[in-house]
């Protein structure tokens, strides 16, 4: 079935340590964005990327780190976690950059 | 204040209409959508309107936009159990890609 897959789907990881959420669509879509989601506040734009090979920041963008080798994949990275990091995490993908955006199930990410 | 808001939460019977409302606040929006979020689960695209028009309806769903006064809404018909969620709004800002969402509604269906 064609969509979006996040991994893992949850993770509790110690502060200061160094992650990566996994994000891959098979639509062929031409951009890819990560959101936050925290109680309260909706969702974030974090990073994105309208094609293979660039990305743009967000709202939200200090601490994370993206890279779009490939239309595929769109990892996201934190260098080193903070409690603030803890939230529920979403990729989305459209096919070009004005079209509707499609979602993930999420990763829940818990910095301890 | 919030870029886009939304009321938190809404109750409505089984059967009747539910009508959830949002105000954005950038006329330069190209769409505005609304998705729907179930427990535990990513935002699933439920329906979404160009600037240029004034209603969609799409089945049960009826989305109004007055762009006058920066108002969305959607009316869902027959409201049933299986329609509990949190319903979001979210506008392009400046007619792009970057999306702002309000903080969502939590619609609850009961008997």
């Known amino acids: 079935i064609a969509g979006i897959t996040q991994a893992p789907t949850s993770q509790i990881l110690a502060a200061g340590r160094r992650m990566t959420l996994r994000c891959t669509q098979d639509?062929?879509?031409?951009?890819m964005y990560w959101y936050r989601q925290d109680l309260g506040l909706g969702l974030r734009l974090i990073h994105y990327?309208?094609?293979?090979?660039?990305?743009g920041k967000g709202e939200v963008p200090d601490g994370y780190s993206v890279s779009r080798a490939n239309t595929d994949d769109f990892p996201l990275t934190l260098a080193s976690a903070v409690p603030s990091q803890t939230s529920v995490y979403f990729c989305?993908?459209?096919?070009?950059?004005?079209?509707?955006?499609?979602f993930g199930d999420g990763t829940r990410l818990s910095i301890l | 204040g919030e870029d886009v808001e939304q009321s938190l939460f809404l109750s409505v019977r089984e059967g009747d209409s539910s009508v959830i409302n949002c105000t954005y606040t950038?006329?330069?929006?190209?769409?505005l959508y609304w998705y729907k979020q179930e427990p535990g689960a990513g935002l699933q695209l439920l329906t979404y309107?160009?600037?240029?028009?004034d209603m969609k309806q799409d089945q049960r769903l009826t989305v109004l936009l007055n762009k006058k006064d920066k108002h969305l809404s959607l009316r869902i018909a027959d409201t049933q159990t299986g329609d509990s969620a949190i319903y979001f709004c979210?506008?392009?800002?400046?007619?792009?890609?970057?999306?702002?969402f309000g903080t969502g509604t939590q619609l609850k269906v009961e008997l």
């Open positions: 950038d006329s330069s929006s190209t769409y």
């Open positions: 309107i160009f600037s240029n028009m």
């Open positions: 979210a506008e392009s800002k400046g007619g792009g890609n970057k999306l702002t």
């Open positions: 639509m062929r879509h031409n951009a």
């Open positions: 989305a993908s459209s096919e070009n950059s004005n079209q509707p955006q499609h």
């Open positions: 990327s309208n094609t293979a090979g660039t990305t």
